[in-house]
């Protein structure tokens, strides 16, 4: 006999229920009115297909928690305007100490240096040049390499280096003094201005044609003093009393002459080589702008997102052993009543 | 069985049968059910009624949404049957001395050939249980694997497994 023909035989032997047991189950059933059904709230059952929509749920709702809190609460823009606001500590000194820092300045940005920006030197008449520039370099190598490059350029243009500072730090900075021709400072600017970005500049002009020529003019004075003095003393009927008084006189004036020729010596110089104050500096970084509200409400919320996060994290931690454990617990206790009632049906 | 109002909002509530429908169209299943599984027609006679005045208390908590009457019958008479099985081999282990077997097996059903009736003797009540379901009530394999406790594929693997021996048994008998 085929299991087919086996299973037709049984179907078609269904038993049926005695007429006694029926008789007792209706009695039961019309006993009293049967309790209907009536919602209530029930335990979830952690099966997988539940799971597979309370997970995305949850993590949606999560995400329009995030969202909602950011929205409602997008962050303190206030301490970020307010950082934006605030100039940098170089601009804030530039400011302080009056230096030029118009816009078309500091904004330019560029590299190209406009020496005729700054006044040039009035050709054929001696005038003291002092010009200051302060220029931003990318970072510390850059820094280095620009005050060594500052040094070259100023001696290629037949100048000199008075002093050389360098600090190199997180914000590396380095004062030079230089001295170029006056002849050729427009040259050295332009040059220099090319190492960075020209942050400011500055130039003083001092026309020393007449401190020359008062120099001159007073030394000639002098000279003629000394001059009609000696004469004096050519005199054989002198006292010694009045040579002595002559000569200390003829002494001071000569004295006199030597201290205005170095003067003029020195306004001279002045005027050969013009001063050159060279600041570079590394660049302060850039403030960023003040967030907008949608930067901010989604920064908000990725930081609600990641507390959240952080704190199913944590729950995991903390209860993941325990949960563990209960798992195993079950899973054991199940086994072992299935365990017992296959032993206890294949007894019976 | 639904007593719908026009005001009132269409739930799940409205397929649930009353239980007396419900205990009407599943008697003979509930029984038959019990009659495999104990081979003993007082014993089911018994069981079937345990099973229904448990029922009758449980009512309140079967949910449509989760299966049908059939099937929620059907789990309560295996746990009452059950519970009867554990209890009656307490009682054995008490008495093993006079251990004589007080239960007589009766016909599972009439129209069962003798042979198959023998065959499904020597079968284990796991094994008849899984028949019954499967064959004679004709449950799909989930729902028959969630009335057993166990996953749909145990369940095919018990099937074929006691169908194999039943045919074994009969072309045994049969030679």
Known sequence: MTAAELTAQICAAKPIAPDGLRNRVRAIASAEPAPAFRARLRVPSWRVPRLRILLP??????????????????????????????????????????????????????QSFKAATVPAPAAGRPTRYAAQLTISVKNGNALSDATTRAQTIVRDLGGYVVNVSFASAESGNASLTLRVPTARVQDALTRLAALGRVVAQQAQIEDLQATLDQLARHAIVLRARITHITALLTDTTLTSVKRADLESQRAALQNALRST???????SQDARYATIQLQL???????????????????????????????????????????????????????????????????? | MQTLTL??????????????AAAEAHLDDVYGYLLYLSRNATLAEDLTGETFEKAFKLWRRFDPRR????????????????????????????????????????????????????????LTAGEREVIALRVLLDLDGDTAARVLGISPTACSTRLSRALKRLEERMTDDSR
Do not use: M
Not at chain 1, 261 to 267: A, G
């Open chain 1, 57 to 110: 749920v949850a993590a949606a709702t999560a995400v329009a928690a995030a969202a909602a809190v950011a929205f409602i609460h997008p962050g303190d823009r206030q301490q970020n305007v307010l950082s934006a606001a605030k100039p940098p500590a170089t601009e804030r000194s530039k400011q302080s100490l009056g230096v030029d820092t118009t816009p078309s300045a500091t904004d330019s940005a560029t």
């Open chain 1, 261 to 267: 020729r170095q003067s003029h010596e020195s306004t």
């Open chain 1, 281 to 348: 500096q590394t660049a302060a970084k850039a403030v960023a702008p003040p967030p907008s509200r949608a930067n901010r409400i989604l920064h908000q919320a990725g930081r609600i997102l990641a507390w959240e996060g952080a704190a199913l994290l944590y729950i995991l931690v903390i209860a993941g052993p325990f949960v563990l454990v209960a798992a195993a617990f079950g899973f054991t206790a199940r086994a072992r009543r299935r365990g017992q009632e296959t032993r206890l049906l294949a007894r019976s």
């Open chain 2, 7 to 20: 005001d009132a909002p269409r739930t799940h509530l409205d397929s649930a049968p009353s239980f007396a």
């Open chain 2, 67 to 122: 299966g049908n009457a059939k099937s929620w019958l059907l789990s309560i008479a295996r746990t009452t049957a059950l519970d009867w099985f554990r209890a009656d081999e307490r009682r054995r282990r008490r008495e093993e001395r006079t251990a004589v077997p007080d239960l007589h097996e009766d016909a599972i059903g009439e129209g069962l050939s003798p042979e198959l009736e023998a065959a499904l003797a020597t």
